[in-house]
C-alpha cells in the first residue's frame, strides 16, 4: 500500500504537460507590435507546466501537512489564534468595499467611511476613550503612534526634557523596541513576587524625565495590573501619560473599559482580540484611542461625521502627520465591525468571560503536572513552567515538538523572558470543553511519557513530514540558500 501511494505521490510531481497556451501566443503577438526586435524572445521559455488537478492535488497535500486554525487547536499564547466566522471575509470582500479605489471621491464611498466612523465610535464605547485612528497596520504599529502621539503632545507643551519612558519586565517585547525607536531611553523595571509592577521600584524611576509608563494589560504572565488604578495615579503625579498595551483585549472587553482605570491612550489589535485571521504576516490593524487632550495630535486624516455626510478630517495642524497610506486596512476594519455587531453592547463580556475561564480550566487541570509560574487565577492565558526534578532533561522545547505528534499546534515557549521554560497556553474563547479537555489529555500523557520514556520526547516530532532539526548544526553554519 505504501508502494502505490509512493508512485502516486512521484507520478504527481513528474507530470508535466506539453500543451501550449493560446493566450502566450496572443500576448507574445501584442508585445512584438510594441518591442524593439533585438528584445524579444526567438523561443518560448521552457517553463514547466501541469495540469490543474495535479497542481491542486500539490498544494493540498502540502497544506495538509500544515497547522492551521481550520484544522487544528492552535494554544500559542500572547496571538489569540482564535476562531474568525467565514461570513465576516464574505462580508468585507463586498466589492463596494473591496473595489473601491484609494483616491475615490468621498461621495463615493460614503457607506465605507459611514462604517470606519461607527467603528470608531464602537470602540471609543468598549474602552471609554474619546478618539480613534484607524490607521495603524498593527499592534506595534500602533504602539509607536501612540508614543509618537505623546511625543507631539510633550512637544506642545515645551516638555522636552521628558525623554524617558518605562516599560516592566512583563511587558510584551515590541513595548521597550518601540519606545526605542520613537527616540525614548528605555528604563526597565523588574516585577513584583506576584507578577505585577512593583510599585516601589515604579516610584523609584518616575520623574519629570517620564514621557509615558508603557503597561501591556493583561501582562505578558497573563496577569492582570490589580493595582493599575494608583499606578495610573502615581503616573499622573509625575506629569507622564500612562499607555496601555491592549493588543490581548478579549481577556477585557465588555467587563472593563481602560479609561477608568487611568489609561491616556491605547492600541488595540483587530487581528487578534476582534475577528481578523492573522498569522504569516497576513494583514493586521492596531487602532489607537486615546483621551480627549491628546486626540488633536493623533494621525490624520481622521474620519469625521458632518451633518449626514462622512468625511476626512486632513485640516489638523498639531496632527503628527501621517502613519500609513491612506486610512488603515480597511478589510481587518471590516471584520471588526461586524464582530462588533455581532455581539451588541450586552453580550460582549462573554467572550472575555470565556475567553478568562478557559485559560484558568486548562491552567487548573495541569496543575499537578506543568505548574503556573504565578500560581494564581489568570486572564486569556496561562503561563507555565516545568518541574524541573521530574524532567528527566526535558526541555520545554521538546514537549512542544511532542505536541505537534498528539495533533495540538505548540504553545508559545521561552516567552515570557522571566518565566524559566515558559509555555504560555492560550485557548481563546472559540473551543470548547471536549477540546480543551483532549489538550489537558495530551499534555498529562506527555507528562508520563518524560517520567517512563524521556527519550520519545526528546525526539519529538516523531509523526511529522520534517522531523527534528539539529539546530545546534542550523545555528553554526547556516545554508541560507536552496
Ligand atoms: C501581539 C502583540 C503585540 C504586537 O502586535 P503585532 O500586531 O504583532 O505588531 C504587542 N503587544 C502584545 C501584548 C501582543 O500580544
Not at 438 to 450: D, G, H, P, R, S
Amino acid at each position: 500500500m505504501q508502494e502505490i501511494i509512493k508512485k502516486n505521490m512521484l507520478s504527481i510531481e513528474k507530470s508535466v504537460t506539453g500543451r501550449r497556451g493560446v493566450r502566450f501566443e496572443k500576448a507574445l503577438s501584442k508585445a512584438e507590435d510594441l518591442l524593439p526586435a533585438d528584445c524579444l524572445r526567438k523561443s518560448r521559455p521552457h517553463l514547466p507546466e501541469m495540469s490543474e488537478l495535479d497542481t491542486v492535488r500539490h498544494f493540498t497535500n502540502l497544506s495538509r501537512q500544515n497547522y492551521c486554525l481550520d484544522s487544528h487547536f492552535y494554544p500559542l499564547g500572547s496571538c489569540t489564534m482564535k476562531y474568525n466566522p467565514k461570513a465576516y471575509d464574505v462580508l468585507s470582500n463586498l466589492e463596494g468595499f473591496s473595489l473601491a479605489h484609494p483616491f475615490a471621491p468621498l461621495a463615493g464611498v460614503q457607506g465605507t467611511l459611514e462604517l470606519l466612523y461607527n467603528l470608531q465610535e464602537l470602540l471609543k464605547e468598549i474602552t471609554g476613550l474619546s478618539a480613534f485612528t484607524l490607521q495603524p497596520a498593527a499592534g506595534a504599529h500602533g504602539e509607536l503612534t501612540g508614543i509618537l502621539t505623546a511625543k507631539s503632545y510633550f512637544k506642545s507643551r515645551g516638555e522636552h526634557q521628558r525623554t524617558e519612558v518605562i516599560v516592566p519586565d512583563t511587558a510584551h517585547g515590541t513595548n521597550p523596541a518601540t519606545s526605542n525607536m520613537a527616540g525614548y531611553t528605555v528604563i526597565n523595571i523588574k516585577s513584583g513576587p506576584d507578577g505585577c509592577v512593583d510599585k516601589e521600584a515604579l516610584q523609584k524611576v518616575l520623574s519629570d524625565k517620564t514621557a509615558v509608563v508603557m503597561l501591556t494589560v493583561p501582562n505578558t504572565v497573563g496577569l492582570f495590573e490589580k493595582d493599575i488604578c494608583q499606578i495610573a495615579e502615581m503616573v499622573h503625579a509625575a506629569g507622564a501619560l500612562l499607555y496601555m498595551d491592549g493588543a490581548n483585549f478579549n481577556a477585557l472587553m465588555g467587563v472593563a473599559k481602560p479609561a477608568s482605570f487611568g489609561v491616556d491612550m491605547m492600541h488595540l489589535n483587530l487581528h487578534k482580540s476582534f475577528a481578523a485571521p492573522h498569522g504569516g504576516g497576513g494583514p493586521g490593524s492596531g487602532p489607537v484611542g486615546v483621551v480627549a487632550h491628546l486626540a488633536q495630535f493623533l494621525p490624520k486624516p481622521m474620519v469625521e461625521k458632518q451633518g449626514e455626510r462622512f468625511v476626512l478630517n486632513t485640516q489638523m495642524p498639531d496632527s503628527l502627520g501621517k502613519m500609513k497610506a491612506f486610512y488603515g486596512n480597511i478589510s481587518v476594519c471590516i471584520r471588526a465591525y461586524c464582530f462588533l455587531r455581532q455581539y451588541d453592547g450586552k453580550t460582549l463580556h462573554q467572550v472575555a468571560e470565556q475567553a478568562v475561564l478557559n485559560a484558568n480550566y486548562v491552567r487548573v487541570l495541569l496543575k499537578d503536572y506543568f505548574p503556573a509560574f504565578f500560581d494564581a487565577p489568570c486572564m486569556h492565558e496561562c503561563v507555565l513552567t516545568l518541574q524541573k526534578e521530574k524532567m528527566n532533561g526535558i526541555r520545554t522545547a521538546d514537549i512542544a515538538k511532542r505536541l505537534l505528534d498528539y495533533g495540538f499546534y505548540a504553545p508559545t515557549i521561552y516567552f515570557p523572558l522571566i518565566v524559566p521554560e515558559a509555555m504560555m497556553i492560550e485557548p481563546t474563547e472559540t473551543e470548547n470543553k471536549e477540546m480543551l479537555d483532549l489538550f489537558v489529555e495530551a499534555m498529562k500523557t506527555i507528562f508520563q511519557e518524560i517520567v517512563s520514556n524521556p527519550q520519545v520526547v526528546h525526539e519529538a516530532p516523531l509523526l511529522q513530514p520534517v522531523k527534528r532539526i539539529d539546530e545546534v548544526s542550523a545555528a553554526r553554519e547556516p545554508n541560507l540558500r536552496w
